[in-house]
């Protein structure tokens, strides 16, 4: 393509010297005119004719000077696309990452069904060593994984005092514990057992078949961008009427940290260990602040599922909304897929279609009549509480932290609403999150 290109370039050169050559030849051998008087009007007119042909070379060189600009610009955009894919691919083909996992426990024996499937669903415990960090001190809960012998690495937390906290967080101990535990486990991942990664779970997820594979595939995409800061397994929109059971193999940037079941980078862990809250980490985690203009990937199905009830958060959200997240079943072999796409400047191409999808009233999906085909179609809001009415009536979640919506992407959140794709968005020309949309 490139030696067309400079083929192209050096034959209007060419035709640009034959052009001036020829019109040497045609005005030398004209006939000479008769008389003084017309050789000055002669001249003129000679003049006036390589007026005009001088201009019309003047447009041929400057279209030749134009295509060669934009090709040159073609050819350096596809450079550092190569390169960036080549970069992607030779972490994936090198040195096979260790990658640990680490399981937050505390007093639910029901630990058990989380270390089954992993353990069951782990490739080499050689690259995904499980380690388990328990905290509260309860015995029965520490026989359990102690049951598992070296298929894991058991470690407790030591500091089991409670927090000394204000008088109206004393019913929040609990999210002080729980944040003083990941601060110190994570210190352990990186620190005593010197690890570059890590993906975090609690003791009450089950994971999906495919649960190592998908980390694996997306350890040198997280690696590679430094607009991405965690790989999460989670989609809060995950319901079963809300996905596209036959894309399994479909993922997204998110600007809302996710959780459950999600990779961290040692890089990042330093970044945030200093400042790392007393409690509500999760929410702290969702702060502008922590998430500096970066996002995370999420799958369209989800690779882990929450069976815990109980908990300091007294089951919020679950019966409504976790209860009902649908796990992924089907293997899906990311390794093999090419998954350059998440990375921001392709997917920012890509993610321009949002507002080329047609913009439709809520009543117009409810209805369906109108409509023609599986869509997608958009949905537009313009305020906090027009987009908590929409999220309601769509069956979404409704609830924005620092003014993200759960699984949105500047500011759109995807999802399937009776089997059509459906892009609940902010206006185009969007700019940045409103905070007091909390």
Not at 9 to 16: D, K, N, R, T
Not at 84 to 109: E, F, H, M, N, W
Request: with cysteine.
């Amino acid at each position: 393509m490139v030696r067309k290109k400079s083929s192209f370039i050096l034959c209007g050169a060419f035709l640009f010297v034959a052009w001036n050559a020829l019109l040497l030849l045609y005005l030398w051998g004209r006939p000479p005119m008769g008389g003084q008087v017309n050789l000055a009007g002669e001249v003129i007119r000679l003049a006036e004719e390589v007026e005009i042909q001088l201009d019309t070379q003047k447009k041929l060189l400057k279209q030749i000077e134009s295509h060669r600009a934009v090709w040159a610009r073609q050819k350096e955009i596809g450079k550092k696309s190569v390169a960036t894919v080549a970069a992607v691919t030779a972490s994936v083909s090198g040195p096979q990452v260790i990658i640990p996992i680490l399981v937050i426990a505390c007093d639910r024996v029901t630990v058990k069904r989380s270390l089954d499937k992993l353990i069951q669903y782990r490739p080499s415990q050689e690259l995904y060593p499980i380690i388990v960090s328990q905290d509260c001190g309860h015995a029965e809960t520490a026989r359990v994984i102690g049951s598992y012998g070296e298929k894991v690495t058991h470690i407790s937390q030591p500091d089991l005092s409670d927090i000394r906290v204000r008088p109206e967080h004393r019913k929040f101990q609990g999210y002080y514990k729980i944040a003083r535990h990941y601060r110190w486990a994570l210190n352990q991942v990186f620190h005593t057992f010197s690890q570059s990664t890590v993906v975090i779970v609690e003791d009450d997820l089950e994971v999906a078949p495919d649960f190592f594979e998908y980390f694996r595939a997306l350890y040198p995409i997280l690696r590679s961008d430094p607009t991405l800061w965690c790989v999460s397994a989670w989609n809060d929109n995950g319901r079963d009427a809300l996905v596209d059971s036959s894309k399994a193999d479909l993922l997204y940037r998110t600007d809302f940290f996710p959780g459950l079941g999600w990779m961290l980078l040692k890089e990042m862990w330093d970044e945030l260990e200093p400042k790392w809250p007393s409690a509500f980490w999760d929410d702290w985690m969702r702060q502008p602040e922590q998430r500096n203009g970066r996002s995370c990937i999420r799958p369209e199905i989800s690779r882990t599922i929450t069976f815990g009830r109980k908990g300091v958060s007294l089951g919020q959200f679950f019966d409504q909304y976790l209860r009902y997240i649908k796990l992924n079943t089907e293997f899906v072999p990311f390794t093999k897929l090419d998954l350059s796409y998440l990375l921001k400047e392709k997917y920012e191409e890509k993610f321009k279609e949002v507002y080329s999808a047609p913009l439709v009233k809520i009543e117009d999906l409810q209805q369906g009549g109108s409509l023609r085909g599986p869509g997608p179609y958009r949905v537009q809001y313009s305020t906090r509480d027009s987009f908590k009415v929409f999220a309601r009536n769509l069956g979404v979640m409704d609830d924005l932290k620092s003014g993200v919506p759960r699984t949105g992407y500047r500011g759109v959140v995807s999802f399937l609403y009776r089997g059509r794709r459906v892009f609940l968005a902010p206006p185009e020309g969007w700019s940045q999150y409103d905070t007091s949309w909390s």
